[in-house]
């Protein structure tokens, strides 16, 4: 474990870090010195990630949670503060997508999705704020999406979720600014995740052909989970203390053509 | 050290978010070749870098001139060899509608801000090219997103250098370059308290204006250097046409 590290001695809460960006950031986290309270609605996954972080030397729990949920998200917050004493860094990570037009989608589908990337932020944001003024300050990192920024094809619920996640953060960011709390979000672009697979199979597309036309931005390729948990400990880090109410936008070049 | 084994040229290196940017690179490893117009303040900025055990040379630049942002790539290659990270930081302001502007301001403001950043940059991509990848910054600010009071020149040349990074980072991504650009809040640079005076605020006054934001204060160079080098280092790997606000929360809203 590095003694030096960007976050050292900082505790991160992280939702949806069983896999993918959320994993990635879990474990890059810990490595720069911060404590994970890790949490996920798949079990195994989840355990597994915090085992590797243990095992690399960091401190970690793991519980299994369900985000749209207030009283999950309550008892999420009072075990990391039982346990490690306060929280520095909330990173709400958790997301679910849904391509579908507005025609095709279903209300539970809505529901959902809505749920889960929006009001999660909302349930955990309230629960960790006030721990947060007490310390003297925070900073809490959403991720949104390319998608919460341009519109994309089939893709209703997600945009209108994502959308929201970028407003809310600026939202909060004004609100909480003067207690030395610092909001923003991350916008990746196409992300080599298990997300990005499930949408081909979601579109009924090939997964290689989906892939192909996923890479077509200026950099040429999709981007690593971790390269987009390396913008989130950024936004996480000192690094960054004049940056609140920011959408980072981390996408190899996709929306460089978007208004 | 994040840059070690890089070579990054910044313009305007020689005061505020420039300085702070080229002690902050040498820190980290770079080797950095420090462009401005005042020599004495460049000079000063370089024995600086190398009294700290870093490598650092001033090339007397004014990026107006095509001929001179030429020599500057040319001369750091000489120097060290190769060319990584251009900073495109070298900018002017100052505070007129577009009755007060006069058209010599007007074309100071756009020809160091903006035509400064393609100069620099239609030079320095050659041989960023030919190593196989470089990274590109420029300096745009808030006042490139949204408009601001009596600013027009300013806000003109910064929206252009937001959408000219956005267009350089679609031409230049196969390439394996990557181009971004931040955009700064109010900072504590000798810009500040010049834009106060020409306003004819009393300092407290202006200030006062400025903090009035999320988090209540004004940024410093140091805060805007940590952006620069997040974007220059490999950690922004799949960063490229990005406008980055470092601005304490002041366009939130």
Redesign the interface.
């Known amino acids: 474990m590095q003694l030096a590290g960007r976050v050292s001695g900082k505790v991160a809460l992280i939702t949806g870090g069983a896999s993918g960006i959320g994993r990635a950031t879990a474990l890059l986290f810990a490595h720069e010195g911060a404590a994970i309270a890790l949490a996920d609605v798949n079990a195994d996954a989840g355990r597994r990630v915090a085992d590797e972080i243990t095992q690399s030397g960091g401190r970690v729990f793991f519980d299994t949670v369900d985000v749209t949920r207030a009283a999950d998200c309550q008892r999420l917050v009072e075990r990391a503060i039982r346990e490690f004493g306060r929280i520095d860094i909330l990173f709400n990570n958790a997301g679910i997508t849904r391509r579908a037009t507005v025609l095709d989608l279903s209300e539970e589908d809505w529901d959902r999705v809505m749920a889960v990337n929006v009001k999660s932020i909302y349930l955990l944001s309230r629960e960790v704020i006030p721990h947060m003024q007490k310390a003297g300050g925070g900073t809490i990192i959403n991720t949104a999406s390319g998608w919460g920024l341009a519109g994309g094809a089939k893709a209703a619920v997600y945009c209108a979720s994502k959308g929201a996640v970028v407003l809310l953060t600026?939202?909060m960011?004004?609100d909480?600014?003067?207690q030395?709390i610092?909001v923003n979000c991350v916008c990746p672009?196409d992300t080599d995740t298990g997300m990005l697979r499930e949408e081909a199979q979601q579109l009924g597309e090939e997964n290689s052909r989906f892939l192909a036309e996923a890479a077509k931005?200026?950099?040429?390729r999709v981007?690593?989970p971790e390269?987009?948990a390396?913008?989130a400990?950024?936004l996480a880090s000192a690094?960054?203390?004049?940056?609140?109410?920011?959408a980072?936008?981390?996408?190899?070049?996709?929306?460089?053509?978007s208004l | 050290m994040r840059l070690e084994n890089k070579v990054a040229v910044i313009t305007g290196g020689t005061s505020g978010i420039g300085e702070a940017v080229a002690e902050l690179f040498a820190r980290e490893g770079a080797r950095v070749a420090i462009t401005g117009r005042n020599e004495s303040r460049g000079h000063a900025v370089m024995a600086r870098i190398l009294e700290a055990g870093g490598e650092a040379i001033f090339l007397r630049t004014d990026v107006r001139k095509a001929a001179e942002c030429q020599r500057a790539v040319d001369e750091t290659l000489r120097s060290f060899g190769r060319l990584d990270i251009l900073f495109n930081n070298a900018g002017v302001f100052s505070p007129q509608t577009a009755l007060e502007c006069s058209e010599e301001e007007w074309d100071l403001q756009i020809d160091i801000n903006l035509k400064g950043t393609f100069l620099m940059s239609k030079y320095a991509l050659g041989p960023m090219i030919a190593q196989g990848g470089g990274v590109i910054i420029n300096n745009s600010s808030g006042w490139g997103i949204v408009g601001g009071d009596k600013a027009v020149a300013y806000c003109a040349s910064k929206g252009g250098v937001v959408l000219l990074t956005?267009?350089m980072?679609?031409d230049?991504?196969?390439q394996g370059i990557?181009v971004n650009c931040i955009c700064p809040?109010d900072v504590d640079t000798p810009m500040l308290p010049e834009d106060a005076r020409l306003r004819g605020l009393d300092w407290k006054t202006y200030l006062a204006g400025c903090q009035n934001?999320?988090?209540?204060r004004i940024?410093?160079v140091d805060?805007?250097a940590?952006?620069v080098?997040?974007l220059a280092s490999d950690?922004?790997?799949?960063?490229?046409?990005?406008?980055?606000?470092?601005?304490?929360?002041g366009?939130?809203?």
């Open positions: 600026k939202a960011a004004i909480h600014g003067p030395n610092r672009g931005r200026p950099l040429g981007g690593t390269e987009i390396q913008a400990l950024y690094a960054s203390s004049f940056v609140t109410g920011t980072l936008v981390v996408d190899g070049g996709g929306l460089a053509r | 956005k267009a980072a679609v230049h991504g196969r990557r809040g934001r999320p988090l209540g940024g410093t805060e805007i940590k952006a080098l997040f950690d922004s790997s799949f960063m490229t046409g990005a406008a980055l606000v470092v601005d304490g929360g366009t939130a809203d």
